[in-house]
Nanobody
């Protein structure tokens, strides 16, 4: 079973920065895509950014130019650098990993527990 440990959330003022980290572990054979999603109160979970094993990235329009996703394949870790934060970025941020493991060879999604990001105006 893959475990995802997230860190880096918190409270920041408008215009500030935060860096989220998500480390994956647990019998992993291969990690395919790694990404970040967020869910604000009363809203559906939405994709923020995603990066594939080759390093190609995709971002939600609302964060383009402000957020940067990266990954360290040796450490099975994905990062989200968030700059120029806005109050509308306030949400619980979830790490997502598509991977297969020694006990489950089919690729499947794994989710982190979520980390709160709050941007004050």
């Amino acid at each position: 079973q893959v475990q995802l440990v997230e860190s880096g959330g918190g409270l920041v003022q408008t215009g500030g920065s935060l860096r989220l980290s998500c480390a994956a572990s647990g019998g992993i054979l291969s990690i395919y895509t790694m990404g970040w999603y967020r869910q604000a109160p009363g809203k559906q979970r939405e994709l923020v950014a995603i990066i594939n094993s080759g390093g190609s990235t995709n971002y939600a329009d609302s964060v383009k130019g402000r957020f940067t996703i990266s990954r360290d394949n040796a450490e099975n870790t994905v990062y989200l650098q968030m700059n120029s934060l806005k109050p509308e970025d306030t949400a619980v941020y979830y790490c997502n990993v598509q991977a297969n493991t020694i006990t489950e060879v089919r690729r499947r999604d794994y989710w982190g527990q979520g980390t709160q990001v709050t941007v004050s105006s």
